[in-house]
Each structure stands twice: as structure tokens, then as C-alpha cells.
């Protein structure tokens, strides 16, 4: 997996969480099993993806994401995982 802020790759943490190597920042059990499922989740309505300014890239393979879409795998981010992913898991260490 990949970190959905700056698409380096992710690495295990202790307690089951995942790191971004790049900057330690941790992602929850829960956001590892939503990443694992993106493809399974409905995407984001169009006036929902323009409120989004966030860029962010996709976890499962670490492509840009647009309008919080994969281009290359297809993944969603829908918006209460990105609202998890900005608010509950910031990119820092």
C-alpha cells in the first residue's frame, strides 16, 4: 500500500497500523482495511469532489488520484475516507 498523501510506500508499525516511510506518519487498522477495499466503495458525487481540494494518491497503488479516482486501478476514495484520512490520520510523524 501507499501513502495517500505522498504515494511512498507503506511499511507495518508494531501495533498493526500502517507508516508512511517517508515521514512515520500512522494510518489505523481500520483506514488499512477501507485501502484494502477501495475498489468494492462507491466514489465521491461530482459537487462532493469539488468541494475536495485535497490531492491525494491512491493507496493501493500510489498513482495521483483524480477527482478521488484511480486512473490506473480504478480505486474510490469516498467522502468520509478522505474526511479520515485528512482529519484522523495527518501526514506527520
Known amino acids: 500500500m501507499f501513502c495517500?498523501?505522498?504515494?511512498?510506500?507503506?511499511?507495518?508499525a508494531p501495533h498493526g497500523e500502517l507508516r508512511c516511510s517517508a515521514t512515520g506518519a500512522?494510518?489505523?487498522r481500520h483506514l488499512q482495511g477501507r485501502f484494502a477495499?477501495?475498489?468494492s466503495e462507491a466514489g465521491?458525487?461530482?459537487s462532493a469532489n469539488?468541494?475536495?481540494?485535497?490531492r491525494l494518491h491512491c493507496p493501493q497503488c500510489g498513482t495521483e488520484m483524480d477527482k478521488m479516482r484511480?486512473?490506473?486501478c480504478?480505486?474510490?476514495?469516498t467522502k468520509n475516507l478522505v474526511r479520515e484520512?485528512?482529519?484522523l490520520n495527518p501526514h506527520v510523524g
Open 4 to 12: 495517500p498523501y505522498c504515494a511512498a510506500p507503506m511499511v507495518p
Open 26 to 28: 500512522l494510518f489505523s
Open 37 to 39: 477495499n477501495l475498489a
Open 44 to 46: 465521491l458525487s461530482e
Open 50 to 54: 469539488e468541494i475536495l481540494s485535497a
Open 70 to 72: 484511480c486512473v490506473d
Open 74 to 77: 480504478g480505486a474510490r476514495l
Open 85 to 87: 484520512i485528512i482529519e
